[in-house]
């Protein structure tokens, strides 16, 4: 999958956001690398998954930082587990449980540590990629669980609806992370006049303004 066009594309047009306390202090207890980094929200099995996960979404390039190097995992352990209501919270932990489960069962992996980015990407294209009239009937299914008790939505649109989560998740936390705002994305520390219906290719060289 071509991710760095498809950032471009649909993943840097999201919305701006409002920084609250608790997001700066998220953002700035994930600008180094830790060694003793322990999951808040996710076990350490999700944890090592969501992380292949995003790396997989936001690989690396020459230049350009990836997911882990960002470390975004660690931003949306803390992020969930701090900002996020009791049912999201419940809807993200079934989400990862079930995507988690059915990967190795599928995979006959025996552990997470065995699973390969072709594994992941994989699963990925799987979903992500899919047909939009199946993506429309697994969305379906987990909107009539929501509503009704009754409703059980299968595996797949379990695993449909958390990495579309997860995807989205991890580009918000790729775009508000230090690193990005200020080398990756168009970006003055003190804003000037605002300028409306202008070339984005001619003022910042078609990127996107940093938030």
């Known amino acids: 999958m071509q991710r760095r066009q498809a950032l471009k594309n649909i993943g840097l047009s999201i919305g701006g956001i409002t920084m609250s306390s608790t997001i700066v202090g998220l953002i700035q207890s994930c600008g180094s690398k830790t060694t003793t980094w322990t999951p808040l ?85 799987f979903y992500l990629i899919a047909a939009s009239t199946r ?37 918000f936390a790729f775009k508000i992370s230090e690193h990005i705002g200020k080398n990756v994305l168009a970006y003055k520390a003190i804003p000037g006049e605002q300028k409306g219906c202008v070339n984005l290719e001619e003022t910042t060289q078609g990127k996107a303004w940093s938030m």
């Open 135 to 171: 993506q429309r009937e697994w969305e379906k299914e987990k909107r009539a669980s929501a509503t009704d008790k009754n409703s059980t939505p299968s595996q797949d649109a379990i695993c449909f609806s958390f990495l579309k989560l997860l995807r989205d998740k991890g580009i």
């Open 41 to 125: 929200f996710f076990s350490e099995d999700e944890a090592e998954l969501v992380a292949k996960t995003l790396e997989v979404i936001l690989p690396p390039t020459p230049d350009v930082p990836g997911a882990n190097d960002l470390n975004l995992t660690q931003f949306l352990d803390g992020y969930i587990d701090k900002i996020s209501t009791k049912i999201e919270k419940e809807d993200i932990k079934e989400g990862v449980g079930v995507y988690l489960s059915s990967t190795l069962d599928l995979l006959q992996k025996s552990n997470v540590g065995n699973l390969t980015s072709e594994d992941i990407d994989g699963r990925l294209a």
